[in-house]
């Protein structure tokens, strides 16, 4: 069994920081590519930022230069360093990370979202 723990959301004002955490914990062999996904009401879930198990980045085109999403190996920890937050940035927060198992093949694993909402 694997869990995903997310923190760090909360609400913050235009302009403000937040930074978002997302550990990995279980019977885990490997974790390869971890990334961030978004969900605002009303809309579909979407990408934010990933990063593979090398390290190669990839963001959004509407969050690029304001967002960082980096990684602890040896703590299977993905983080997201959100700056000049803006309120379109409000919505659900979603871990994401495909991770192998001592017993099981690579599987892609959720946490259950951090809520994050930028006051104007």
């Known amino acids: 069994q694997v869990q995903l723990v997310e923190s760090g959301g909360g609400l913050v004002q235009v302009g403000g920081s937040l930074r978002l955490s997302c550990a990995a914990s279980g019977s885990i062999f490997r974790v390869n590519g971890m990334g961030w996904y978004r969900q605002a009401p009303g809309k579909q879930r979407e990408l934010v930022a990933t990063?593979?198990?090398?390290?190669?980045?990839n963001y959004a085109d509407s969050v690029k230069g304001r967002f960082t999403i980096s990684r602890d190996y040896a703590k299977n920890t993905v983080y997201l360093q959100m700056n000049s937050l803006k309120p379109e940035d409000t919505a659900i927060y979603y871990c994401?990370?495909?991770?192998?198992?001592?017993?099981?093949?690579?599987?892609?694993?959720w946490g259950q979202g951090t809520q994050v909402t930028v006051s104007s």
């Open positions: 990063i593979t198990s090398g390290g190669s980045t």
């Open positions: 994401n990370a495909a991770i192998m198992l001592y017993t099981t093949a690579q599987a892609n694993y």
